[in-house]
Structure formats: C-alpha cells, structure tokens
C-alpha cells in the first residue's frame, strides 16, 4: 500500500520533541473551540487529536501533516448529523459518522482516488488554500476580539467585526495584539524563533493570570478531565444514514489535506502521495472513532503550528499526540486557565504566515497565466463564500474546465514530411487533398480524439477525386478512444479513402487502443494489417506503416507509373 510504513520513520529530531510539544498544548484549546463552533462536546475535540494525530503522522506520506479537528470538518460534520436526525451530543452517533468517513478515505485511497488530484491545477489549489487560511483567520476573530461576528461566511466575518469595533472587548483585543506583539519579538530573535509559538502562549498567559485580566478561558469553555480518551461503541445502526454525509466530510477532509500537501512539502525531498495520505487519514478516522475523536483530517493550522516551531520529520506529529495524550492525562486540567485570545492571536499569527506563505504562488500565477488567475479566484472566493463541500466542487469543475481549455488548445492534427535524413520526419500543415499513390502521414497529438473529431473533420485532407490514396495517421500519444462519436469518425474517414481506391493506415496505438478499435468494427474496415501497434522505437510503427502503404500502393493496378 502507499501508506508510509514504520521502517520510513527514521530518528526523530530534537525539535520535533519540541514541536510536538507546542502542537500538543496548542491543540487542547484550539481543538476545543473548533469542536464548540461545530456545537460538539469540546472535549472531543481534544480527543481528536490523540489517537488521530498519532495513526495519521505515522502513515501520512505528507510526513509534516498533523491529522486533527479543523473547524470545516466540525461543522461540515454537525451538518451531517443534523440532516440525519440524529443527536450530535451522542458519543455513539459522533463515533458511528468518524468509523464511516475514516472507511469512505480508505475505500478513496485504496481505489487511487488520489490521482484524480493532480489534475487539480495549481492554480486552483492555491485559490483553495489562501481562502482556507483566510477562512482560518475569520474563523477566530471572536476570540482575538471579544465580539463573535454574525455572518455565514468568511468575508462577512470581517466586515461585521469591523463594522461593530465599538464592542470588541478591551481586554480581549489587548490580550490578542499582546500575543501576536510577544510572538513577533521571539520570531526575530533567531536562537528562539523555533520557540516563538510556545513562549508567546506561556508568556502570554501568565501575564493575564498574574494580571487577573478578565478574558475567556479554555475552562470557560468546557472542563477537562485528567484521563485519556474512552473506549466509544459505535452505534452500527445509525451507519446506513450517515453514509452520504460520510462523503461529503472525507471530501472537506482530503480536500483540506490536498492543500497541506501542495504548501507544506516534505523536508528529506520525498514526494507526497494523495492516495498515501487518504489511506492515512482514513485509518486514523477508523480508529480514532473508538476513542471518542470527532472526524478528522488534515489541518492547516496545526500543521502551520508543527512547522513553525521547528517540525523535521514525521515524528513531529506523532509526538504532538503522544504530549496531548500526557498533557490530558497529568494536567489536563491545567490547560483551562489558557486564554482564548491568546489562542486567537496565534491562529491570526498562523494565518497569516500562510497566506503569505503563498503570495509568491498567486503572485506567479497572475503573472504568467492570465485564464489560471481567474481559476485561482474563483476558487478562493467559493473557499471564503460559499459552504466548503461547496467550494470544493467549484474548484474541481475549475478545474475541469481549465484542464479542458488547455487541452483542446494543445491538442492538434498535423502532417509528416520524410527529412533528408532517413527517419527523420519534418512537420508540415496538413494538406488540403490526399495525394494519388502516394502516402500522406498525418499525426494527431492530443488527450481525447472524441473531443477533436469536429474540428479534425474540418481539417482532414479530402479524398474525393483521387485515386490509390494512403494516408497513416499516427496516434502514438493517444491514450484511448472512448467515444463511439471516434470510432464512428474512423470509421467514416476510412470509408471514403476506400470509395476512392485507396485505405487508411492507424499507427503507434497501444494493445489496449487496439481491442477498443477492433471491438469497434475498425480491423474489418482497415484490413489485417490496417492497425500498426507501437513499438519501444520511437516512431517504429510509424515507419513501418509508412512501409505498408508503398508496398499496397506498388501493387495496385493503377499503382505510381
């Protein structure tokens, strides 16, 4: 399988000892406010990311990727339950809607849905991970200010947070501008800009206990128990319900993880694999679901988290889970006292760090390509505007549409001239009308001939008029022919060189090219040797096409004088 194996793990570094530190303390506030915007018991949002995070970093082949809560899976997630008339405050219906999404990644991962990513243009992802950052930031200005804005999407938040300025908290928003004040001063101080992020919390928190500020804690939130996630049964019943709705959060889940991949590459050089990382969300949403975890996924802002404090390896993540795990259990209790604006001036920091992060990427894509800049915002205003399964599916038909216009553009039916040089063949425009015996050698080079058949019409060279006519058209990149709309265009281009006495020669396809045309009534027209596989050679079947169609036209009767 693609997943990472064990024997990938390798030696953990002393900073990813230190990053799993600041991730696991950083993870029991901002896991339970993502649970509580999703109308969750905050504590499972803690839990979400123990046995997840642990499962998820092992695997993930985006080995700085921490698998957790994110605030679109939570409420993509209460969605789900709502819709199916089910309680979201029951730990069985949580833990049945985990086991399902985990199963629907693996069933993705297994069937190498990942593929279907890469033809996700840059363009787009980075569209779609700005706006998640962006959707980041709004998601917790109610904490870095004190006034929880009313909208239902992301651009909304910050045009009522600034409309209503007037009834931001005092302390809140100082707390806030102090924590990000703080993280600063450590960030440029260079032997401690690893640590930036753990000593702006702690630092931050014990002057607002000291001080006896008057700001929302993580106790006011929820109480936390010192004891590790419980053994959760499943409730096998409600599974047939949830089914869709499992769908639809693997997808917010993958989808969010496609993004991580795509800005946070590996640091040993190693390639990421969607389909690796699928299977790895998938068995840690799998088991995750048994211990009281809400749905999980990749999550930006704790992988934002992990890298600024200094992640190198998997082992990162992994022992994010392992210090949340001892955390909960030894002092769990202790984490009530964090402020949450300390934890909202941090994700504003986090945030922002990313979308800047991928400010040379917009940049370049403005530059460079004009039709992928607008499929670039479109992206991003869906991601921020519109709910995010949503805004996955415009981006994917974004996407779609831009892979087609860049296809149809490339795609192109020239003709082949024989160079001085002996099997070396020059590139012409295509002529008008075949020539009487001799061959003419077209080749078509493009994704899909079904999708090209009314323009190639336009250009194939007409054969009325002529006589003992051979025309080899080579197909050698084509990778099928799915449409019946080709076969019959073959078929009728076929017809007519014969009408006229003379045939037509297909060169350079694959075996599995060639069932598809013969299963197509293609060998009867063509003739036995009217279909030329490819060869390892380079243009082999083009030349031994070519040599077919002289030698049928040497033996005609009104063959070449």
């Not at 500020?213 to 047939?240: H, K, Q, R, W, Y």
């Not at 975890?293 to 600024?308: D, E, F, I, Q, W």
């Not at 003709?415 to 061959?439: F, H, T, Y």
């Not at 080899?472 to 006495?501: C, F, G, Q, Y």
Request: proline content about 6%; glycine content about 12%; hydrophobic content about 55%.
């Amino acid at each position: 399988m693609a997943m990472g194996m064990p024997g990938r793990l390798g030696k953990p570094k002393p900073r990813d000892v230190l990053s799993g530190l600041v991730t696991g303390l950083f993870s029991i506030p901002e896991g339970m406010a993502y649970a509580s915007i999703g109308g969750f018991n905050p504590v499972a949002g803690i839990y979400a990311g123990i046995v997840p995070g642990i499962i998820g970093s092992l695997f993930a082949r985006t080995v700085l990727m921490v698998t957790t809560l994110t605030s679109a899976i939570a409420l993509t997630s209460r969605s789900v339950l709502e819709d199916a008339g089910l309680d979201p405050a029951d730990p069985a219906n949580i833990a049945a809607l985990a086991i399902i999404v985990g199963v629907v990644m693996l069933i993705f991962g297994l069937l190498k849905f990942g593929s279907i990513m890469s033809f996700v243009s840059n363009a787009v992802m980075t569209g779609f991970s700005t706006g998640i950052a962006v959707q980041i930031i709004a998601g917790v200005l109610g904490d870095a200010t004190g006034y929880k804005p009313v909208s239902d999407n992301t651009i909304g938040k910050f045009i009522d947070s600034l409309a209503h300025i007037g009834l931001w908290h005092p302390g809140a928003a100082a707390v806030a501008a102090g924590t990000v004040a703080v993280w600063a001063v450590f960030h440029f101080i260079k032997p401690l800009e690893s640590f930036a992020t753990l000593l702006a919390l702690v630092v931050v928190t014990a002057v607002v206990a000291v001080a006896d500020i008057g700001v929302e804690t993580v106790g006011d939130i929820a109480s936390i128990a010192n004891a590790l996630p419980p053994l959760t049964v499943p409730d096998f019943g409600v599974m047939p319900q949830l089914v869709m709705g499992g769908v639809a959060v693997a997808l917010v889940a993958l989808a969010q993880a496609a993004g991580i991949s795509a800005a946070v590459p590996n640091p040993d050089g190693s390639r990421t694999n969607m389909n690796g990382d699928f299977l790895a969300q998938g068995a840690a949403n799998a088991v995750g679901g048994m211990f009281g975890a809400l749905p999980a996924g990749g999550s930006l802002s704790r992988t934002g988290v992990a890298t600024s404090a200094g992640a190198q390896t998997r082992w990162a993540g992994i022992f994010a889970g392992l210090w949340l795990a001892l955390l909960v259990l030894v002092a769990g209790s202790a984490a009530e006292i964090i402020p949450m604006p300390v934890i909202g001036g941090l994700i504003l920091v986090i945030g922002a760090e990313l979308v800047i992060g991928r400010w040379p990427d917009i940049k370049l894509v403005f530059r460079v390509a004009p039709l992928s800049a607008i499929a670039m915002v479109i992206t991003f205003v869906a991601t921020t505007e519109l709910p995010l399964h949503t805004a996955i599916l415009v981006g994917v038909i974004t996407s779609l549409v831009l892979y087609c216009a860049k296809a149809a553009k490339a795609a192109q039916l020239v003709a082949l001239q024989p160079a001085d040089q002996k099997g070396v063949w020059r590139i012409v425009p295509v002529p008008q009308r075949c020539a009487s015996n001799d061959v003419t050698v077209l080749h078509y080079a493009g994704v899909g001939l079904f999708a090209e058949v009314a323009r190639i019409d336009e250009e194939w060279p007409r054969a009325d008029g002529t006589r003992n006519a051979v025309v080899v058209l080579s197909m050698r990149a084509l990778p099928d022919v799915p449409s019946s709309v080709a076969i019959k265009a073959l078929r009728r281009w076929a017809a007519e060189l014969t009408a006229n006495h003379g045939r037509l020669i297909i060169a350079g396809v694959t075996p599995a090219v060639e069932q598809v045309l013969t299963r197509g009534g293609l060998a009867e027209v063509l003739g036995p040797d009217g279909i030329v596989e490819g060869t390892d050679e380079v243009l082999g079947a083009l030349n031994t096409a070519v040599e077919r169609g002289r030698e049928w036209i040497a033996g005609r009767p009104f063959g070449s004088p």
